[in-house]
């Protein structure tokens, strides 16, 4: 299967203006890189990548006063088949976890675990441990939460969207990485593209996806409490503690987004 990605991301800056943006196919997808969904700007500015801490490639440049365009439109290789289930992925005691993964059972900006680990064990302490917990964690996350995007919230945590129970996938995903860290499981946010391949219609407006993974057994699985089912296509653009570390965009002044356009579409 190929698959089309790409955005167009239109901005109005009244100055001069830095941002950083966390935008383009992750380095672990490379070699199913068809046409790189390389990040152009129009007017043309320079554009300085680096990586960050977590290993995901970032884009800096200085915006113009003015219109800003950002895009990019890339090809990509699936392997056409649904996320990976593992039930039989076992959790690991903390002291056998290696350490790059101990960073992703801490408290984060967005995933309050010292707020929630009261409310965790009570949910899901007689659930078993391993697979069946995170997905007992993404079922009640799945029914707990009402999907709207006129829900969002830049600031909304994961406390707060267990106490008002409505959110965006993000939202689902930060209250889903909590329960899982206060459960003594790895859980780490993943941002990037998540079409409709394989769903009925209707379809609704694209848009970037939140998602999470889990360790379990040994590596990093996913796991989407907003669709709370095995997805076909999904792009991974980063990964981070939470949203904090992987916005889309970053700017470091006032600006008005004027347009926004995702696109994820199996072609021939």
Not at 74 to 87: H, K, M, Y
Not at 144 to 151: D, L, N, V
Not at 228 to 237: E, Q
Request: glycine content about 8%; overall charge neutral.
């Amino acid at each position: 299967m190929k698959i089309r990605v790409g955005y167009e991301l239109i901005y109005d800056f009244p100055q001069s203006t830095p941002v950083i943006m966390v935008l383009g196919t992750h380095f672990t997808r490379a070699s199913d890189v068809i046409e790189p969904d390389y990040l152009t700007t129009s007017p043309s500015v320079p554009i300085f990548p680096y990586r960050d801490i977590y290993g995901n490639w970032c884009s800096r440049i200085v915006a113009p006063p003015g219109r800003m365009r950002l895009s990019a439109n890339g090809v990509i290789r699936d392997s056409g088949l649904p996320d990976v289930v593992a039930l039989s992925a076992s959790q690991h005691p903390v002291e056998d976890l290696p350490a790059d993964t101990l960073i992703f059972l801490l408290g984060s900006r967005y995933c309050e675990t010292q707020r929630l680990s009261d409310v965790a064990w009570n949910l899901f302490e007689k659930s078993p441990a391993g697979w069946a917990r995170v997905q007992a964690i993404c079922d009640f996350v799945h029914r707990h939460i009402a999907f709207g995007y006129e829900h969002a919230r830049a600031t909304m945590t994961s406390w707060e969207v267990f106490k008002e129970r409505k959110g965006v996938c993000r939202d689902f995903a930060h209250l889903a990485i909590s329960f899982c860290r206060c459960m003594n499981i790895p859980a780490r946010y993943c941002t990037g593209y998540l079409g409709d391949i394989g769903m009925p219609p209707p379809y609704g407006p694209m848009d970037f996806a939140g998602w999470f993974e889990a360790y379990l057994g040994g590596r990093w699985y996913t796991f989407d409490p907003r669709n709370n089912m095995p997805r076909i296509g999904r792009v991974l653009i980063a990964q981070g503690r939470d949203a904090t570390d992987v916005p889309i965009t970053h700017t470091f002044g006032p600006n008005t987004l004027v347009s926004f356009k995702v696109w994820t579409d199996e072609i021939s």
